[in-house]
């Protein structure tokens, strides 16, 4: 796939984004599973999946939900959907429906769905509040509103490697052009805040070695979001490649280990009584 498929107001289009996607959910695969067994999702479950892309979770909520119950993946992203689609067939997710839209503004009905979860989308919206709300309204009242979203607290490589830091600093300094990058850290209160019930948090935190695929994630989004960077004058070429070399030379060395952001889990009840 090209970058051309991918929406270009998405901060990280690239022609490895795909297979970017791809690797990230096979990395948080088990904790989707987890989270899902937590919430208690089951046969018959209507499930949608806000913001999937080319596989989100919908593989773990289809074999939860069953022949009895559906799964809906949205995005508004065509080329990512035609993924999700491809994957969907390799997996027999029989029970998956695909639909585009506008993930801020979803043409969807409200009230019909018992679990409404997103993945990795708040930053790339302008307002994760209204996203939220969003969210709250598809749900059934007594359904489940979800999130999974960054925290880079945890985000570094043992040995260390001095010039990752200055690479994190700048890509948070460049998401901060289009959202918070670090959003996880606040959605448990944003939950509570938006009249959710019995809000629960989880989070997870990855160890990488042996030169794993995903150790090359923040590579990938440095490259994609070159031009925004030196556009903004956040940096200059020669230093952003003097940093992605530094940090290429970390992935690269089978000795290093890579910590992953915080991956931060939230999820709440709507209200049975809600109008």
């Given at each position: ?105 979803p043409d969807l009905p409200h009230g019909a769905f018992d679990l409404v979860h997103s993945r990795f989308l708040l ?153």
């Amino acid at each position: 796939m090209s970058a051309n498929s991918i929406d270009q107001d998405y901060f990280l289009a690239s022609d490895e984004e795909l297979g970017r996607l791809q690797v990230q959910a096979q990395v948080w695969q088990p904790d989707a599973e987890s989270m899902l067994d937590r919430i208690g999702v089951g046969s018959g479950w209507a499930c949608a999946d806000m913001g999937c892309g080319g596989a989100g979770i919908l593989g773990p909520m289809s074999r939860r939900a069953g022949d009895s119950g559906s799964v809906l993946g949205f995005d508004s992203d065509p080329g990512l959907l035609d993924s999700a689609a491809a994957y969907r067939e390799t997996e027999d997710l029989s029970n998956v429906l695909l639909q585009l839209g506008d993930v801020t503004q979803p043409d969807l009905p409200h009230g019909a769905f018992d679990l409404v979860h997103s993945r990795f989308l708040l930053p790339h919206v302008d307002s994760p509040v209204d996203v939220l709300g969003n969210k709250v309204a598809l749900a059934k009242p007594g359904g489940v509103v979800a999130s999974q979203e960054n925290d880079h607290s945890s985000w570094n490589f043992y040995p260390h490697c001095p010039e990752w830091d200055e690479l994190l600093d700048l890509l948070e300094q460049t998401f901060a052009l289009r959202g918070d990058i670090n959003i996880g850290r606040r959605t448990f209160h944003m939950f509570r805040e938006c009249g959710l019930e019995d809000v629960r948090i989880r989070t997870s935190v990855q160890a990488l070695q042996d030169q794993h695929p995903y150790m090359r994630m923040p590579l990938i989004g440095a490259k994609a979001m070159r031009e925004r960077m030196l556009e903004a004058k956040l940096t200059t070429a020669q230093e952003l490649d003097r940093l992605i070399n530094g940090v290429e030379q970390a992935v690269d060395d089978p000795d290093r280990v890579q910590f992953t952001f915080t991956l931060v889990q939230v999820w709440g009840r709507k209200s049975p009584t809600w109008n």
